[in-house]
C-alpha cells in the first residue's frame, strides 16, 4: 500500500508544477513578473509534497503507539488481566497470526479461543491507521496545492521561497550528520563513564593485564576483573606498524610509478586493478590470512626453525617450529595489503596535483625523470602524502575481522609478530556479542575502549585533514 501511496503523491506533485508552471504562463503574459514560471511550478510542487511527507512521517513514529493503545483498550478482560511481559507476548502472537503466520501453540482456553478474535480486531485497527494515514497525507496533499495555487501571482518572489525551503533541506541533512555524530559520542561518553566509576583510568590506560571474563572462583583474577588495556593498545600498534610497512612503500611507489613512468594505456589498465583491491570486503581478506598466507607463513617459519634445532640456535629452532597460524605477522601483512589502493590512490592524486611548473624547471636544469622525483615532486607532495598516510593508520587502527580470523584473541603484551595478539576492536566485538548485562564492568569496558579508539582515530584524521589542507593552499 505505501508504494501505491507515494506513487499517487509523486503524480500529485508532478501535476502541481505542470499546473503550476501553466498557470504562471497564462497569469504572466505580458507582466514583468519576479520569478519565472518554472519556479512558481517548482514552489507549488513542494507545498504538494512537504506537507504528504510529513504526514507520513508523523504516522510511521506514532502509528505503532496508537495501535498498541487501541488494542490494549478493546482487549477482552481474559487478556487485560494478564500479567505484563504474557499480554505483550499474547498481542504479538495475535499480530504474527494476523499477519498470516502460524501463532505460537502455548495458549490455553479461553486464551486460545481470543487469539483469532484478536488477530482480527488488530488487523481492522492496523488497516484503519493505514487508510487514515493515507487520507490525510492526499489531503495534505490537496490542501498545500491550493494554498500555492493561491501565491501564484507576479509580484510574489516564488524563486526566494523555493531556494529557502532547499536551504532547508540541506540545513536538516547537515543538523541530521552534525547530531549523528553528537549523539555516538554522547552513548560512548555516558558508558565509557559508568566503566570508569567502576575501573580507575589509570589502571585502564596503564594496566598491563587483560581479563575481564567472569570469575568461576573467589580467588581468580576475573573475580574483580583486569582491565589494563595496554596488551590491546600494543596489539593495536604492533598490527598497525606491520600493515604500513607493507602497504606505505608499496603505495607510494605505484603512485610514483602511476604517475611519472606509466603510459597512458599502461596507467588506464593498471589503476583500476589496483583499486579494485579496495572493493574486496575485509572477510575475504580475513578467509584470505587464516586459509592462505597464515599456512604459509607457518610452513616457512616451520621449515627454517627445524633446519637451525641442534645448531648454535637451538632455542631460536625450537621456537620457529612451533609457530602456529594465527599471529601478528598474518593479520598485518594481510591488511597491508587491503590498504595499498588506499595509499595509492591518495598519493597518485596528491603527486598529480603537484604543478606541472615545478617537472618542467627540474628537466630545464638538466636533471633526470628519478631527480626530479626525488628532489621535486617527493618534497612538494610530502605534506598531502604524510597526510594520506595517517588516513591508511586511522583504518588499520579501526580494523577488525582481519584481525580476528589472522591474529587470534589472546591479549598479549607482546611486539613479536610471530606471536598471536589481539586488538581493541576485537575485543569490543568480542565483549558486546550475544547477551550482556549492561551494568557490569565487563561489558561497559567496550564503550571504554570504544571512546579510546575514537579519539585516537579523530586525533589522527585532525592532524591529516591539517596537513592536507596546508598543502592544498600551498599549491592551489
Known amino acids: 500500500m505505501i508504494w501505491i501511496l507515494l506513487l499517487i503523491l509523486a503524480a500529485l506533485a508532478a501535476a502541481a508544477f505542470v499546473g503550476g508552471r501553466a498557470m504562471a504562463q497564462g497569469r504572466f503574459r505580458g507582466v514583468r513578473a519576479h520569478s519565472r514560471p518554472a519556479q512558481h511550478g517548482a514552489y507549488a510542487l513542494i507545498w504538494v509534497a512537504a506537507p504528504a511527507l510529513a504526514v507520513l512521517m508523523l504516522a510511521g513514529v506514532f502509528a505503532a503507539p496508537i495501535e498498541r493503545q487501541l488494542t490494549a483498550a478493546g482487549a477482552p478482560d481474559a487478556v487485560a488481566t494478564l500479567e505484563p511481559f504474557r499480554r505483550e507476548a499474547f498481542f504479538a502472537d495475535a499480530h504474527r ?3 498470516g503466520e502460524p501463532a505460537l501453540q502455548i495458549w490455553e482456553r479461553p486464551l486460545a479461543e481470543q487469539l483469532p478474535v484478536e488477530a482480527r480486531r488488530m488487523v481492522r485497527v492496523e488497516r484503519t491507521l493505514q487508510w ?3 487520507v490525510a497525507a492526499v489531503l495534505a496533499a490537496i490542501l498545500g496545492g491550493l494554498f500555492a495555487f493561491s501565491q501564484i501571482r507576479p509580484n510574489v518572489r516564488a524563486r526566494n521561497r523555493v531556494e529557502g525551503w532547499v536551504w532547508g533541506a540541506l540545513f536538516v541533512c547537515s543538523a541530521v550528520a552534525v547530531l549523528t555524530t553528537i549523539g555516538i559520542i554522547a552513548s560512548l561518553a555516558f558508558d565509557a563513564f ?3 566509576q567502576h575501573v580507575p583510568v589509570t589502571e585502564f590506560l596503564f594496566g598491563t593485564q587483560w581479563s575481564p571474563q567472569i570469575a568461576i572462583r573467589a580467588d581468580q583474577v576475573g573475580s574483580s576483573g583486569a582491565f589494563g588495556a595496554v596488551p590491546l593498545f600494543a596489539g593495536t600498534l604492533l598490527i598497525m606498524l606491520i600493515a604500513m610497512l607493507v602497504a606505505a612503500p608499496i603505495g607510494l611507489l605505484s603512485a610514483i610509478y602511476l604517475s611519472e613512468y606509466a603510459g597512458r594505456t599502461a596507467r588506464a589498465v593498471i589503476k583500476p586493478v589496483l583499486e579494485i583491491l579496495a572493493g574486496v570486503p575485509t572477510v575475504v581478506y580475513g578467509f584470505f590470512a587464516a586459509l592462505t598466507v597464515g599456512p604459509a607463513l607457518r610452513v616457512f617459519f616451520n621449515e627454517i626453525g627445524l633446519f ?3 645448531g648454535p ?3 631460536l629452532g625450537q621456537y620457529l617450529a612451533l609457530v602456529q597460524n594465527q599471529m601478528a605477522l598474518t593479520a598485518g601483512a594481510v591488511m597491508g595489503i587491503m590498504l595499498i589502493p588506499f595509499v595509492s590512490s591518495l598519493s597518485d592524486d596528491i603527486l598529480n ?5 615545478l617537472r618542467d624547471g627540474s628537466f630545464a636544469m638538466g636533471a633526470t625523470k628519478s631527480e626530479t622525483v626525488k628532489r621535486v615532486l617527493l618534497p612538494a607532495a610530502l605534506p598531502g602524502i604524510a597526510g594520506a598516510l595517517l588516513l591508511a593508520v586511522s583504518r588499520a587502527i579501526g580494523e577488525t575481522m582481519i584481525v580476528t580470523m589472522a591474529a587470534g584473541l589472546a591479549a598479549n603484551l607482546t611486539f613479536n609478530p610471530l606471536d598471536t595478539v589481539t586488538t581493541v576492536t576485537v575485543q569490543i566485538v568480542t565483549l558486546l556479542t550475544g547477551d550482556q548485562e549492561f551494568n557490569s564492568a565487563k561489558t561497559l569496558s567496550a564503550f ?7 579519539l585516537v582515530t579523530l586525533m589522527l584524521n585532525i592532524v591529516a585533514q591539517r596537513i592536507v589542507q596546508t598543502y592544498r593552499e600551498q599549491y592551489d
Open 97 to 99: 497470526l494476523g499477519r
Open 132 to 134: 487514515g494515514a493515507a
Open 194 to 196: 559508568r566503566f570508569f
Open 308 to 310: 637451525l634445532i641442534g
Open 313 to 315: 640456535l637451538d632455542g
Open 353 to 357: 596535483a603537484v604543478p606541472q611548473s
Open 448 to 454: 571504554g575502549l570504544g571512546l579510546t579508539l575514537f
